[in-house]
């Protein structure tokens, strides 16, 4: 079982950026997908990226893809999401995910092991 915290989250103003951090434990880092999930006020969760194992094959939403982009740091045990010209509709909590895939995350989670605790992002208009 991996443990994953998140960091990064806060308060922007739209057309801002903020970078999510996501520190992985507990085992082998990079053998698995890894992706970041959303949820806001009363919607469901929903997926927003992933990244596979090698790092070679990322996947976006719709709705964040040239905006958002997905990185992993194999020496820091660290899966990023770099998140620019945010909008309001981005505000939601942002939870890390650790697949038990190799190549990508299931956009809806079906296959994913463990979460992290999330982290709220808030985009003001």
């Known amino acids: 079982q991996v443990q994953l915290v998140e960091s990064g989250g806060g308060l922007v103003q739209a057309g801002g950026s903020l970078r999510l951090s996501c520190a992985a434990s507990?085992?082998?880092?990079?053998?698995?997908?890894m992706g970041w999930f959303r949820q806001a006020p009363g919607k469901e969760r929903e997926f927003v990226a992933s990244i596979s194992w090698s790092a070679s094959s990322t996947y976006y939403a719709d709705s964040v893809k040239g905006r958002f982009t997905i990185s992993r740091d194999y020496a820091k045990n660290t899966v990023y999401l770099q998140m620019n010209s945010l909008k309001p509709e981005d505000t939601a909590v942002y939870y890390c995910?650790?697949?038990?895939?190799?190549?990508?995350?299931?956009?809806?989670?079906?296959?994913?092991?463990?979460w992290g605790q999330g982290t709220q992002v808030t985009v003001s208009s």
């Open positions: 507990g085992r082998t880092f990079s053998r698995y997908a």
């Open positions: 995910a650790g697949s038990t895939a190799r190549y990508r995350v299931a956009a809806d989670a079906g296959d994913v092991g463990s």
